[in-house]
């Protein structure tokens, strides 16, 4: 019996081959394994930034700053351009003025003036502002629209009043446009 072959009563190239399918199966499970981690790393971080992406085109549209002329590639970091005071010669100007521009601004987004009211005369607290109340129908993306571009746009406009009347369901079916009561007021710089 050859003694010098054998290790622990094992031929050694037994051994080798055996350590060498081992160290061969080992070094595939580990590299399986990162290629796997890699993978899952790359489809989270991607999963992570559609959701980042969504959440952010969400938050824009809840806080008005993605309206429609911004889609069609208008700076939206613009300031709003015109004179923050209705314009006019006198007070009855001013006040056509203002209906002109809820009029414009309910079109914009769709939907239609019903009637309109202006107050002239103001109250005393605030005299040198014009007042119009105006009832419309708008849908609600459009109503959200709306008061975005009264109050964000030139000249300066404060809604003070607002009562929104949800449509009225005809045969179970949802739908319809809100019934909107605005109260707007601006103010009028006079004459110089």
């Not at 899952?40 to 700053?65: N, P």
């Not at 746009?153 to 449509?167: A, H, R, T």
Request: proline fraction near 4%; glycine fraction near 12%; include cysteine.
């Amino acid at each position: 019996m050859n003694i010098g072959p054998m290790i622990g009563g094992r031929p050694s190239t037994a051994l080798r081959a055996r350590h060498r399918g081992v160290a061969a199966l080992s070094y595939l499970a580990a590299v399986i394994a990162l290629a796997c981690i890699a993978w899952l790393a790359i489809a989270g971080l991607q999963a992570r930034s559609a959701a980042l992406s969504a959440a952010t085109e969400l938050l824009d549209q809840i806080e008005g700053r993605k309206r429609p002329a911004d889609v069609a590639g208008a700076t939206s970091g613009a300031a709003p351009s015109g004179s923050p005071f209705l314009e006019g010669q006198t007070v009855t100007v001013a006040g056509a003025a203002l209906q002109q521009r809820i009029g414009s601004a309910v079109k914009a987004v769709g939907g239609n003036v019903l009637s309109s009211q202006i107050d002239l005369q103001g109250t005393d607290s605030r005299k040198d502002f014009v007042n119009l109340i105006a009832s419309c129908e708008v849908d609600q993306l459009g109503l959200q629209q709306l008061l975005y571009d009264l109050e964000a746009g030139m000249p300066f406009l404060f809604v003070d009043q607002l009562v929104v009347q949800s449509p009225q369901a005809v045969g179970g079916a949802e739908g319809g446009r809100l019934r909107v009561l605005i109260g707007v007021s601006g103010r009028w710089q006079g004459t110089k």
